[in-house]
């Protein structure tokens, strides 16, 4: 069985990564099956609850003010429709649901308060709550955990070298921070990036040496391909290969085993049998549901067929050891 390492070298990734796409596809479908059922993929629903208006300068986002996008901007959604929303996930046959918001951090007021409601009352659904919000103190990360928090999604987005002609606003220290954060409260972490934003391979390589060698993996490592918007400085990027994305997540499976490795933004261009070499190369992971935050995303009846034609079968909810780590403390359970 290969081990869970966290001391990889570049040169290592650098290796894996450039292998010939089939060996490479072959070696981590096979650590896949070392470490995870192959036949399992875990489905989750993304709600924007907080959309547009941002004041970050990220340059694939149609979510930041400064661009001039079509995005509908609106404030914190009721709580009652959120939850709404998470019944009907739910319903739909997710078992994570994830709520973002379109900030630069989480400030200490009445949202945040309603936010931690939205956890609440999600969690009591039984299914696993997950929030993406921005940056997080460590005191705000332990309140989404008391509330039930079972997952909380930061991105790394891309290399540290590249971080600064993506992003002005906020620093690739930041991000690693708030991860740290998020650790420490033992909230579980998802964390992956976007392919496709103008990155040199090596910057590829970096961001999975990064997040492969953290004293822990993240538990889920989602791999999104950017979704070019109009209006944002990214608009004209040309489309990344599925070749690219399936070199992205087989590197990811093979150096970080245990992960769930979202196919996550970019899906909507992709067909079947695209999608089919994604699972095949470790993939474990989708996002369902018609949206992803203000982006489409595939047909949930086509996701449905896709599954049954795959033979693939939704993951259960808190599945696995890390679902013993993350539970909630009983006292926390108000
Ligand atoms: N504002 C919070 C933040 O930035 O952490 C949370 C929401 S933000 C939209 C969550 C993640 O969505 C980003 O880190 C980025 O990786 C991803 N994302 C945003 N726009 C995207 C796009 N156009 N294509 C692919 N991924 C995108
Ligand atoms: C992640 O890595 N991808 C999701 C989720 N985490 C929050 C977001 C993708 C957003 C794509 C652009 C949009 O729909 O706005
Ligand atoms: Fe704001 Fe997040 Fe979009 Fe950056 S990615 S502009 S922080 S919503």
Redesign the pocket.
């Known amino acids: 069985m290969s081990e869970i390492r966290n001391d990889w070298t570049r040169e290592e990734i650098t290796e894996i990564f450039n292998t010939p796409i089939l060996d490479l596809v072959y070696r981590a479908a096979t650590v896949h099956r070392e470490y995870n059922d192959a036949s399992e993929v875990q489905v989750c629903t993304l709600l924007s609850v907080k959309t547009g208006g941002?004041p970050?300068d990220?340059a694939?986002?149609?979510?930041a003010a400064r661009y001039h996008t079509d995005v509908k901007v609106h404030k914190l959604l009721p709580t009652e429709e959120v939850l709404e929303n998470a019944r009907a996930a739910k319903e739909a046959g997710s078992t994570r649901f994830c709520m973002?918001?379109?900030?630069?951090e989480v400030r200490d007021n009445r949202d945040f308060d309603r936010v931690l409601d939205m956890v609440k009352g999600v969690n009591a659904m039984d299914m696993e709550v997950c929030c993406?919000?921005?940056?997080l103190t460590e005191e705000q990360a332990l309140k989404l955990k008391e509330a039930g928090l079972y997952a909380y999604?930061?991105?790394l987005?891309t290399s540290e070298e590249h971080y600064d002609d993506i992003i002005s606003t906020r620093t690739y220290d930041d991000r690693l921070d708030t991860i740290d954060n998020v650790r420490k409260a033992n909230i579980s972490v998802c964390s992956?990036?976007?392919i496709g934003m103008g990155e040199k391979e090596d910057d590829r390589i970096d961001m999975l040496h990064t997040l492969s060698t953290m004293e822990e993996h993240p538990e889920s490592v989602?791999v999104?391909?950017?979704?070019?918007?109009e209006g944002?400085p990214?608009a004209e990027q040309p489309r990344v290969s599925v070749w690219e994305m399936i070199r992205m997540i087989a590197t990811a499976r093979i150096i970080m085993p245990k992960a769930m490795v979202r196919l996550?933004?970019?899906r909507v261009r992709m067909n079947m049998e695209e999608q089919a070499l994604c699972f095949m190369a470790g993939a474990n992971s989708i996002f369902a549901g018609d949206k992803?935050?203000t982006?489409p995303n595939p047909d949930v009846v086509e996701d449905k067929e896709m599954f049954q034609t795959l033979n693939l079968k939704p993951r259960k909810a808190f599945k696995g050891e890390a679902s013993v780590k993350f539970q909630q403390i009983p006292s926390a359970q108000a």
């Open positions: 941002c970050e990220c694939y986002c149609p979510q973002g918001a379109a900030w630069r993406t919000l921005g940056m999604n930061h991105n987005d992956g990036g976007i989602p999104n391909a950017l979704v070019p918007v944002t990214l996550s933004a970019g992803l935050l982006t």
